[in-house]
C-alpha cells in the first residue's frame, strides 16, 4: 500500500499547461533547470511519435529493478494509447544502477540489443557523474529510433548511434581488423621474445653438421598452455543484472539492467 500511494503521488506535479512532468526526481539528482529540459524532450517525444517516456530517479530499492520499473509504469498509468507503448528509464545513483522497461508493442521493437546500446551510451556519462547527459543521450538515441519505428520498420543499431549505414559499416569492419589483428601482434612479440638463442641467419649452413645430419632422438616441447576459467556466481542479491522479456501483473515488458 505504501508502494502504490508512493508511485500515484507522482502524478500531482503539473507544468504548465496539461503538460504532465515526466521527470520523476525522487534522489533530488537535477537542476530545475535540467528537469525543465529533460520534460520538454519527453513531451516532444509524446507528441511528434505517440510514445510516452519517463525518467525515474530513486534511492536504491534492493528489489528487482525491472519489475519495480514495470510495476511504476502500471500504477501510474504510463504508455501511450491503448496499447500502452513506452519506456521507462531507471536509475538508482546510490547502487549505480541504470535499468530500461519498455512497455506494449515498442518492446518487440527495441530488443535487448538496442537496449544494451542505450544503456552504453547512458553509462559512459553516468560513471563521470554527469547525470543530465546520461539521461538526455538516451532521449536522443530514442528519437532516431522512434523516427525508424514511425514509419513501420525495425530499429536497426546505426538508427541508434545516429550513423549512416555506410559509415556503421566501415566502423564495424575496421573494428574487426582492430580485434583480430591486436592479439595476433602480442602473441608473436611474446613468442619472439621468448626465443632468447634467436639469431638471424642468411642460410642454413650454421644448422649443418660437416658430415651430414644424423637425428639421433626427438622430443616434442610444449611452449604453450591452455587455462579456462569459470565465473563463480555472485551471492549479491543486488546483481543490478538481467534483459529480455518478463511479465509483471500479468503482464508482458521487456527490459536490460546493469550497473555502472
Same mark, same amino acid.
Given at each position: 500500500m505504501l508502494f502504490v500511494c508512493f508511485c500515484l503521488?507522482?502524478?500531482?506535479?503539473? #507544468?504548465? $499547461?496539461?503538460?504532465?512532468?515526466?521527470?520523476? &526526481?525522487?534522489?533530488?539528482? %537535477?537542476?530545475?533547470?535540467?528537469?525543465d529540459k529533460l520534460d520538454h524532450e519527453l513531451q516532444e517525444i509524446y507528441d511528434t511519435y505517440g510514445f510516452e517516456a519517463v525518467i525515474l530517479i530513486s534511492e536504491d530499492i534492493r528489489e528487482d529493478e525491472r519489475t519495480y520499473a514495470a510495476e511504476f509504469m502500471q500504477l501510474n498509468e504510463i504508455g501511450y494509447g491503448e496499447i500502452k507503448n513506452g519506456m521507462c528509464l531507471?536509475?538508482?545513483?546510490?547502487?549505480?544502477?541504470?535499468?530500461?522497461?519498455?512497455?506494449?508493442?515498442a518492446q518487440y521493437t527495441f530488443d535487448?540489443?538496442?537496449?544494451?546500446?542505450?544503456?552504453?551510451?547512458?553509462?559512459k556519462y553516468l560513471k563521470q557523474g554527469d #547525470?543530465? $547527459?546520461?539521461?538526455?543521450?538516451?532521449?536522443? &538515441?530514442?528519437?532516431?529510433? %522512434?523516427?525508424?519505428?514511425?514509419?513501420?520498420?525495425?530499429?536497426?543499431?546505426?538508427?541508434?548511434?545516429?550513423?549512416?549505414?555506410?559509415?556503421?559499416?566501415?566502423?564495424?569492419?575496421l573494428f574487426s581488423l582492430v580485434v583480430m589483428a591486436v592479439p595476433v601482434l602480442l602473441m608473436t612479440l611474446y613468442q619472439r621474445g621468448k626465443m632468447k638463442t634467436f639469431v638471424q641467419q642468411s642460410n642454413a649452413d650454421a644448422y649443418m653438421q660437416k658430415d651430414g645430419v644424423h637425428l639421433d632422438a626427438h622430443k616434442d616441447i610444449y611452449i604453450r598452455t591452455m587455462r579456462?576459467?569459470?565465473?563463480?556466481t555472485s551471492n549479491d542479491s543486488h546483481?543490478?543484472?538481467?534483459?529480455?522479456?518478463?511479465?509483471? $501483473?500479468?503482464?508482458?515488458?521487456?527490459?536490460?539492467?546493469?550497473?555502472?
Open positions: 503521488s507522482f502524478r500531482l506535479t503539473v #507544468y504548465g $499547461g496539461n503538460n504532465i512532468s515526466r521527470v520523476y &526526481d525522487r534522489y533530488d539528482i %537535477l537542476t530545475e533547470e535540467e528537469e531507471f536509475n538508482q545513483p546510490g547502487c549505480r544502477n541504470i535499468t530500461v522497461v519498455f512497455r506494449g508493442d535487448t540489443d538496442i537496449q544494451d546500446m542505450l544503456l552504453d551510451d547512458c553509462t #547525470y543530465y $547527459g546520461a539521461y538526455d543521450a538516451v532521449l536522443q &538515441d530514442m528519437k532516431g529510433g %522512434l523516427k525508424r519505428w514511425a514509419q513501420g520498420k525495425s530499429v536497426r543499431p546505426m538508427d541508434i548511434s545516429g550513423e549512416g549505414i555506410l559509415g556503421f559499416t566501415v566502423k564495424a569492419f579456462t576459467r569459470t565465473e563463480k546483481s543490478g543484472g538481467g534483459s529480455g522479456s518478463f511479465t509483471s $501483473g500479468g503482464e508482458s515488458f521487456s527490459g536490460s539492467s546493469r550497473n555502472y
